[in-house]
């Protein structure tokens, strides 16, 4: 056979910004192939929903109320954990303005987010895999949820654009680091998503119709485009890709 199954039965997946959109469809998507989860948000209403889809799976799942820019609160979380296989790192925000406009306490809000927690869940979650003695026989997969705009500028969102090529270079750097532990380290690449988020942004139809002309596919992604490429690469499918990005922006960065 040359197609390899994607199973995740017996490993453990950790996935930030669980609560809503991406990150609930990736933790939701991760159980239906196998995996135990943990799942962090700031909401817990939101948390117990998706544990409640994850438990019909027949899936352990742990749930921790967070803000992962409290890195007090997140060692204390991760202290609680013993085996990790997976990370998606996706606890994320934006704060679209014009460059000059930009207050330094919405960027330096963003960049807590988007950068700075983003490192510090990585670098925990890293410590923990290393703990397997038999890590580089099973491998491990870190997934940085970055975007198109980690690949191309965008009209009021250079704060945006400027964690998001952070993410980039942080996940290759990851990458070569982490690669003789058999711990691969990737990106997803995601365009507009039909998340919360984003169709409160479509209420304005000028800017949804904006937003689909750049999109040579002519339509916006949906949680389960960027939930089956999580799975893909927090899979074995996925075991020669490290350093890498999986773009799914229906054209977008083509141009």
Do not use: H
């Not at 991406?22 to 943990?38: H, S």
């Not at 202290?79 to 330094?104: C, H, M, Q, W, Y």
């Not at 999109?215 to 949680?223: C, F, N, Q, R």
């Amino acid at each position: 056979m040359y197609f390899k199954k994607i199973n995740l039965k017996n490993k453990t997946a950790l996935v930030t910004g669980a609560g809503k959109g991406i990150g609930r469809a990736c933790a939701i998507a991760l159980a239906e192939v196998g995996a135990n989860l943990i799942i962090i948000s700031r909401t817990e209403k939101d948390l117990l929903e998706v544990q409640k889809i994850i438990k019909k799976f027949n899936k352990k799942c742990n749930y921790y109320v967070c803000d992962v820019t409290n890195l007090k609160e997140i060692k204390l979380i991760f202290s609680n954990i013993t085996k990790l296989d997976i990370l998606v790192n996706n606890a994320g925000t934006n704060r679209p303005e014009f460059f000059t406009k930009i207050k330094r306490k919405d960027m330096s809000e963003v960049v807590d987010l988007n950068i700075k927690a983003s490192f510090d869940i990585a670098q925990l979650a890293t410590k923990v895999m290393l703990k397997s003695k038999n890590r580089k026989k099973v491998g491990a997969s870190i997934i940085n949820i970055s975007s198109q705009l980690g690949k191309v500028g965008a009209p009021l969102r250079s704060v945006y654009n400027m964690t998001k090529f952070g993410i980039e270079g942080l996940t290759k750097g990851m990458a070569i680091d982490l690669a003789k532990y058999n711990i691969r380290v990737n990106s997803v690449c995601p365009t507009f998503v039909e998340t919360p988020m984003v169709k409160k942004f479509f209420k304005d139809k000028n800017f949804k119709k904006s937003v689909i002309k750049n999109i040579p596919l002519g339509k916006v992604a949906t949680e389960s485009d960027i939930a089956t490429a999580v799975v893909y690469l927090a899979s074995d499918s996925s075991s020669m890709m490290t350093g890498s990005s999986l773009v799914i922006d229906g054209g977008w960065t083509a141009k």
